[in-house]
């Protein structure tokens, strides 16, 4: 399956084998973790348990902190 993933300003196109795969797995393709980047479908924050459908379009944004 194939998923677009919108991150930094670029489209990405991941393929994952199975109809569906969880926001966790397509971080760990961008070589991300969920302590330092979360996926939003829409305007909803997933769960790195949540699952994500072939030919789905989500972005990834990066967590930022500061003091």
């Given amino acids: 399956m194939k998923v677009r993933v919108l991150y930094r300003g670029q489209v990405k196109e ?4 199975g109809e569906k795969v969880r926001a966790q797995e397509v971080l ?11 996926v939003v479908r829409g305007q ?8 994500v459908s072939e030919g789905e379009e989500v972005r990834v ?7």
């Fill in 44 to 51: 909803e924050i997933l769960s790195e348990k949540d699952y």
């Fill in 28 to 38: 760990r393709a961008l070589g991300l973790s969920g302590e330092y980047a979360f």
């Fill in 14 to 17: 991941l393929h994952f084998k």
């Fill in 61 to 67: 944004v990066n967590a930022i902190s500061g003091g």
